[in-house]
């Protein structure tokens, strides 16, 4: 299995992206996909998190508003639409995908630099 992130860029602040992460199989195997980013110097951190069987998804309140997952079954892919993007958004943005709710994340893409300039 394997995750392919992309779509990142360079943008000016208040512009756009949006994040791609395709999976090599099909995205109802998982239980959960979710989206992280990691800017240097700091720890990773969960940004969105899916809910592939009820379509739920969580967001965390630095992007909440901001930006919105979605996905295409028939692509077997994720997205992450980035709105009203901040200097702050700079990081490089992963994906990653879970067999279970409660368990760790089994597979990880490789990520995608986002540079938002002020």
């Known amino acids: 299995v394997q995750l392919q992130a992309s779509g990142g860029g360079l943008v000016q602040a208040g512009g756009s992206l949006r994040l791609s992460c395709a999976a090599s199989g099909r995205t109802s195997m998982y239980a959960v996909m979710a989206w992280f980013r990691q800017a240097p110097g700091l720890e990773r951190e969960l940004l969105s998190r899916?809910?592939?069987?009820?379509?739920?998804?969580y967001y965390a309140d630095s992007v909440k508003g901001r930006f919105t997952a979605s996905r295409d079954n028939a692509k077997n892919t994720l997205y992450l639409q980035m709105n009203s993007l901040k200097p702050e958004d700079t990081a490089v943005y992963y994906c990653?995908?879970?067999?279970?709710?409660?368990?760790?994340?089994?597979?990880w893409g490789q990520g995608t630099q986002v540079t938002v300039s002020s």
């Open positions: 990653a995908a879970a067999r279970s709710l409660v368990g760790p994340y089994d597979y």
């Open positions: 899916f809910i592939m069987t009820l379509g739920s998804t």
